[in-house]
């Protein structure tokens, strides 16, 4: 019966922690990240001319990231979207600086998004 007992309660924790997961977790999505940065495209993967859409996209998204998880998420979805995007990095990374946004951090494949901090 001890057994029983047991198992009830580490169920009971497992519930717990799944319906807690999603609010100790970032809001902002990969699909809003790359929503917002559509515009930047063109510009990322052969450079030109920056879209003013593109600085509206980064604003927004860097005044939505107004947390480390958030800023992290942001980081993390960026890791992913890039390689498949074939993004030329130095385009990436010249965008905050056109578009006037303060980025704790710079792009590159071997960036630890964990230690990104607002």
Not at 100 to 105: A, T
Request: aromatic share 4%; with cysteine; charged share 10%.
């Amino acid at each position: 019966m001890a057994g029983s007992g047991s198992l009830k309660l580490a169920c009971l924790i497992i519930l717990c922690l799944v319906v807690t997961a999603p609010h100790a977790e970032a809001a902002i999505s990969c699909a809003s990240v790359m929503t917002k940065l559509s515009p930047c495209l063109s510009y990322i993967k052969s450079g030109g001319g920056l879209p003013p859409a593109c600085c509206s996209g980064a604003k927004s998204l860097n005044d939505a990231a107004s947390t480390t998880p958030d800023l992290q998420a942001v980081c993390g979805c960026i890791k992913i979207l890039v390689p498949s995007l074939r993004a030329n990095p130095a385009y990436i990374n010249s965008i905050p600086a056109k578009c006037g946004v303060n980025l704790p951090y710079k792009y590159s494949p071997s960036l630890d998004c964990s230690k990104v901090v607002r």
